[in-house]
C-alpha cells in the first residue's frame, strides 16, 4: 500500500506518494478470494491521506481517508442498522447517507440475511464500495457491530479488522466521543463478561465525554421485538450509573427514539437519562412501529440517523429518510 498525505488527488501514480505499508494477505473456506489487511500507525490526526492498494505494475485506484482529530472538533457521523434483504432500498439508503460527509457509520448489526453466505458478503461490500464515497470524495469507515443474522459467522470476523475481541471493544473520536460497541448476540456473557468490561470501560471514560453505546437487540419494545429482559437486567444499570447518552440499536426494522430513560421510568431530560434509539431501516422491509409511554417519535421508513457534535457540548440528532428529508430531530447538551 502506498499513501500520503496531501491537499489534492495524486493520480494514482506510485512514484508520488511518500509513504508505503505491508500487509499480510489470507483466505478462508467459502472466501471469493483473499484477505488483505494492512496496518497504518503513525499518522497524523484530523488529515487526508490519498492512497493506492497493491503491488508494481498492479495497483488499485486512488482512494481517500481522513484520519481521527485528537483535539476538540466539530464533525458529523452516521447510525443505522438492518440493511440485508433487499439490495436495492440499501443502496439508496447508502446513496443518500453518502450526500452528508459523515465521518465514520456506526452499524447496529444485520448486515446480511445470512452471515454464512459469501455471495451476501460480496453483494453488500460492493454496496460500500461504490456508495460509501462522501460527495467530498473521503471513503467512509464502517464501526460495526454483530446482529443475529450475522449468526456469528466466521465471514464476519476475517472481513473485518477490529479491536481487541472483535465482539465487543470501544474506541474513541477524538476527545469528546466514546463509542462502545456490544454484541448482544453472545447471550450467554451479557452477565458476566461483557457486563464486567462495560463497567470497566464506562468507570475510566471522562464525565465530559459524550457516550454512545451500540448493539443489535432491542431493549424497549416499540414492535415486533420484545424487551431484552437479559439486556435491561444486566446493562441498563450501568448506562444509568455513568450516564450513557444514547444507546443505538437495530433488530426491529423501524426508527423508534424513547424519551430520556433513567432505571427503567421516563426521566425529565436527556440530561437526566439516557436516550435509546432504534434505527433498522437500511434497506430491510419495514416492521409496524407501536407507540409506548416511554416513546417519544417514531416512524416506519427507510433512513439513517445523522449525529453532529459541536465544540460547544451540543449534539444535534436527525433522522433522514432516503430523500434526505429529516423527520425527527432533537438537541442533546452536555452540562
Known amino acids: 500500500m502506498l499513501f500520503s498525505k496531501n491537499s489534492k488527488p495524486l493520480g494514482g501514480n506510485p512514484s508520488l ?5 505491508s500487509g499480510f494477505n489470507y483466505t478462508y473456506a467459502g472466501a471469493s478470494g483473499y484477505i488483505h489487511e494492512v496496518e497504518l500507525t503513525n499518522l497524523t490526526p484530523d488529515t487526508r491521506y490519498y492512497f493506492i492498494c497493491g503491488g508494481p505494475g498492479n495497483y488499485s485506484a486512488e482512494r481517500s481517508f481522513r484520519t481521527a482529530p485528537n483535539s ?14 433487499d439490495p436495492a432500498s440499501r443502496t439508496l439508503v447508502s446513496q443518500a447517507m453518502s450526500h452528508f460527509n459523515p465521518s ?13 453466505s459469501q455471495s451476501q458478503w460480496d453483494s453488500w461490500f460492493s454496496d460500500v464500495n461504490d456508495n460509501w464515497i462522501g460527495d467530498n470524495g473521503l471513503t467512509i469507515p464502517i464501526i460495526p457491530c454483530l446482529g443475529n443474522h450475522e449468526k456469528n ?17 470501544y474506541l474513541d473520536w477524538g476527545p469528546n466521543l466514546r463509542i462502545i460497541v456490544l454484541n448482544s448476540e453472545a447471550r450467554d456473557q451479557i452477565a458476566t463478561d461483557q457486563a464486567d468490561w462495560l463497567n470497566t470501560t464506562l468507570s475510566s471514560t471522562p464525565e465530559n465525554t ?12 416499540s414492535g415486533y421485538h420484545y424487551n431484552d429482559t437479559d439486556i435491561i437486567d444486566n446493562w441498563v444499570p450501568i448506562f444509568d450509573q ?6 443505538i440499536q437495530g433488530h426491529t426494522h ?21 436516550m435509546y434509539l432504534t434505527s433498522g431501516g437500511w434497506g430491510v ?22 449525529i453532529n457534535v459541536f465544540t460547544n457540548g451540543t449534539l444535534h440528532l436527525e433522522a433522514t429518510d432516503i430523500n434526505g428529508y429529516v423527520f425527527d430531530h432533537v438537541w442533546l447538551n452536555k452540562s
Not at 153 to 169: D, G, M, R, S
Not at 242 to 247: E, G, K, T
Open 285 to 306: 422491509p419495514t416492521h409496524d412501529y407501536t407507540p409506548q409511554l416511554y416513546s417519544d417519535y417514531g416512524n416506519e421508513t427507510h433512513h439513517f440517523v445523522l
Open 242 to 247: 455513568y450516564h450513557v447518552d444514547i444507546v
Open 17 to 21: 506518494y511518500t509513504y508505503s505499508a
Open 104 to 116: 465514520f457509520v456506526m452499524h447496529s448489526g444485520d448486515m446480511v440475511e445470512n452471515g454464512w
Open 72 to 85: 476538540t472538533s466539530e464533525f458529523k457521523f452516521v447510525a443505522g442498522g438492518d440493511s440485508r434483504s
Open 153 to 169: 459467522a466466521t465471514n464476519y470476523y476475517e472481513q473485518f479488522a477490529l479491536p481487541e475481541n472483535e465482539q465487543w471493544y
Open 254 to 274: 423501524h426508527y423508534h427514539r424513547t424519551k430520556p430513560m433513567y432505571n427503567n421510568s421516563i426521566a425529565s431530560s436527556y440530561q437526566e437519562g439516557t
Open 210 to 221: 459524550w457516550k454512545i453505546v451500540i448493539f443489535h437487540r432491542n431493549v424497549y419494545y
